[in-house]
């Protein structure tokens, strides 16, 4: 694998783990904390999160050669996990447990990315 291709690879990487990052705090608030801001503070992180995705998405696009599935399934579990998310924002729902399993669904594409890097850096 050429020097240009692993850091392409190396920095989408990091854009997934910064969205993921992000999102997975705006989720844990959302879920866990029992105060009356929680849903502000929420839909912070969720827009940090967002512009990362919006970054990973454009630089994915862009180059070509890193399409695959692992990563358009990150992308679309991501779509799902913020629309799920803004509904218990904009609902102030008090028992999110959808947010809860499509957040463990999230965390296993993120998981399938990690292998994949895994392997990638092995292959050399």
Same mark, same amino acid.
């Given at each position: 694998?050429?020097?240009?291709?692993?850091?392409?690879?190396?920095?989408?990487?990091?854009?997934? %783990?910064?969205?993921?990052?992000? $999102?997975? $705090?705006?989720?844990?608030? /959302?879920?866990?904390? *029992?105060? &009356?801001?929680?849903?502000? $503070? #929420?839909?912070?992180?969720?827009?940090?999160?967002?512009? &990362?995705? $919006? *970054? /990973?998405?454009?630089?994915?696009?862009?180059?070509? *050669?890193?399409? #695959?599935? @692992?990563?358009?399934?990150?992308?679309?579990?991501?779509?799902?996990?913020?629309?799920?998310?803004? %509904?218990?924002? #904009?609902? @102030?729902?008090?028992?999110? #447990?959808?947010?809860?399993?499509?957040?463990?669904?999230?965390?296993?594409?993120?998981?399938?990315?990690?292998?994949?890097?895994?392997?990638? %850096?092995? /292959?050399?």
């Amino acid at each position: 694998m050429n020097n240009g291709l692993k850091f392409k690879i190396f920095e989408l990487h990091c854009l997934v %783990q910064k969205t993921y990052s992000d $999102i997975k $705090i705006a989720c844990d608030i /959302a879920i866990y904390q *029992e105060n &009356t801001s929680k849903y502000l $503070i #929420s839909l912070g992180f969720l827009n940090k999160s967002y512009m &990362t995705y $919006i *970054e /990973a998405k454009r630089f994915y696009r862009e180059n070509e *050669e890193l399409i #695959s599935v @692992e990563f358009d399934n990150f992308f679309s579990m991501y779509d799902k996990l913020e629309n799920e998310l803004k %509904q218990v924002i #904009s609902t @102030e729902d008090k028992n999110p #447990s959808l947010l809860h399993s499509r957040l463990d669904q999230f965390q296993q594409k993120v998981e399938n990315i990690n292998d994949l890097i895994k392997v990638l %850096q092995n /292959a050399r």
